[in-house]
């Protein structure tokens, strides 16, 4: 069974400018979730989908922004980039609707220039 | 914040001998996982414990956990090199699939 798979691994964006992430689940998983982790932060939560619905959000702004697919994939747009942006975003899927474990996919690391 | 706390934030030991790193939390949880992180890329999935349980092993994984008093620890046993990596706890909030993490404990064994 493949595992989470983000895309890209690595991105360099200017400031101001806009970006997509890409994250595929674990066949069958319903439940994806997005993190951020900074090492003067560590790992903070963005949001989480379940069936194309957004159940839960993290204290980020408006510009950070996602959906899901009718497929489970997801994808993470954070507009208007910042330097404090740069960071690695983790995709996670989980199988049920809560409380189980969530599997993580290797990360975008963004860096904002 | 309902984010826990690794301890320590560093350890480091000897290939062979035991590794033990705590996590405390703030709140009520439905259970605590433990996540393990290799320099700059993705979490892997260790081990799940609920709340109803105390003590799971998993390999050369031991993990107990006291709700009494909102900590976990996780014990790796006879340790190897490649157990080099940061190991976070993981809480689950109220409802849905979303998770407070630790700030880590970054492990190195020496060889």
């Known amino acids: 069974k493949a595992g989470v798979t983000q895309t890209p691994r690595y991105l360099i964006k200017t400031r101001g400018q806009q970006v997509t992430l890409s994250c595929s689940p674990i066949s069958g998983h319903r439940s994806v979730s997005w993190y951020q982790q900074t090492p003067g932060q560590g790992l903070q939560f963005l949001f989480e989908y379940f069936s194309e619905t957004q159940r839960n959000k993290g204290n980020f702004p408006g510009r950070f922004s996602g959906r899901q697919f009718s497929n489970s994939r997801s994808e993470m747009n954070v507009s208007t980039l910042e330097l404090g942006d740069s960071a690695l975003y983790l995709c996670?899927?989980?199988?049920?609707?809560?409380?189980?474990?969530?599997?993580f996919g290797q990360g975008t690391r963004l860096t904002v220039v | 914040s309902q984010q826990g706390e690794e301890d320590p934030q560093a350890l480091s030991i000897q290939e062979g001998e035991n590794a033990t790193m705590n996590c405390s939390y703030k709140?009520?949880?439905?259970?605590l996982q433990w996540y393990r992180q290799n320099s700059g890329r993705g979490l892997v999935h260790l081990i799940l414990i609920r709340s109803n349980e105390r003590e799971k092993h998993s390999g050369r994984l031991r993990v107990t956990l006291d709700t009494s008093k909102k900590s976990s620890s996780l014990l790796i046993t006879a340790s190897r090199a490649a157990d080099t990596a940061s190991y976070f706890c993981a809480t689950d909030a109220k409802s849905g699939n979303q998770f407070y993490f630790g700030t880590g404990t970054s492990l190195t064994v020496i060889p």
């Open positions: 996670a899927s989980s199988s049920a609707r809560e409380r189980t474990e969530a599997f």
């Open positions: 709140t009520s949880i439905n259970n």
